[in-house]
């Protein structure tokens, strides 16, 4: 029964065909705690339980992409929220300024939260390991989840307050 459980959860890989991709450059399939541990130091998800990282993270896919892959672009519709696990990142917010992104930053939540244009340009300077939340699943996961909505709303006020002492002092 334990077997079962981790592989609803996604502790265990399910992959009765042997269709699952071989490990990539940074090694094995990534386990439901670890992406846990990952989604934890995003200051967006602060307030959340540990049910509702849960729940995230059964939505959140590992991707890995070569150096120079463009993973966004100024202008462009955002569909996805990137958190950085392996590697490093360069984001184009203007000719010239430049931000790096290394393990532990993260970068599309603006986009993936109101449905905007991408505000920056980020390319992957070295290969990456990515987790992944695509915003319709975000979007699906919310509606069922009002109790996450609540602490998103929570986080996102405290940072625009924030932001305005910042403007004020």
Same mark, same amino acid.
Request: proline fraction near 6%; charge should be negative; aromatic fraction near 4%.
């Given at each position: 029964m334990e077997l079962v459980g981790r592989m609803l959860d996604g502790s265990i890989p399910y992959d009765p065909k042997g269709?699952?991709?071989? /490990?990539? *450059?940074? =090694?094995?399939?990534?386990r &439901?705690?670890?992406? %846990?541990?990952?989604?934890?130091? !995003? /200051?967006? *998800?602060? =307030?959340?339980?540990?049910? &509702?990282?849960r729940? %995230?993270?059964?939505?959140?896919? !590992?991707?890995?992409?070569?150096?120079?892959?463009?993973?966004?672009?100024?202008?462009?519709?955002?569909?996805?929220?990137?958190?950085?696990?392996d590697g490093k990142a360069r984001v184009e917010v203007s000719a010239r300024k430049r931000v790096r992104l290394r393990p532990g930053d993260f970068?599309?939540?603006?986009?993936?939260?109101?449905?905007?244009?991408?505000?920056?340009?980020?390319?992957?300077?070295?290969?990456?390991?990515?987790?992944?939340?695509?915003?319709?699943?975000f979007s699906l996961l919310l509606s069922k989840a009002s109790d996450l909505t609540r602490s998103l709303l929570t986080v996102l006020s405290q940072r625009v307050r924030q932001a305005e002492q910042a403007l004020n002092a």
């Open positions: 269709a699952l991709p071989r /490990p990539g *450059l940074f =090694g094995d399939h990534l &439901q705690d670890e992406k %846990i541990e990952h989604l934890q130091r !995003v /200051p967006l *998800l602060s =307030g959340c339980t540990q049910r &509702q990282l729940s %995230i993270a059964r939505i959140a896919e !590992v991707r890995e992409v070569p150096a120079g892959t463009v993973l966004t672009r100024t202008g462009e519709p955002g569909e996805e929220f990137f958190v950085i696990i970068f599309g939540e603006m986009s993936m939260l109101d449905g905007g244009p991408r505000s920056a340009t980020v390319v992957a300077e070295t290969a990456l390991r990515l987790l992944v939340i695509k915003r319709r699943d």
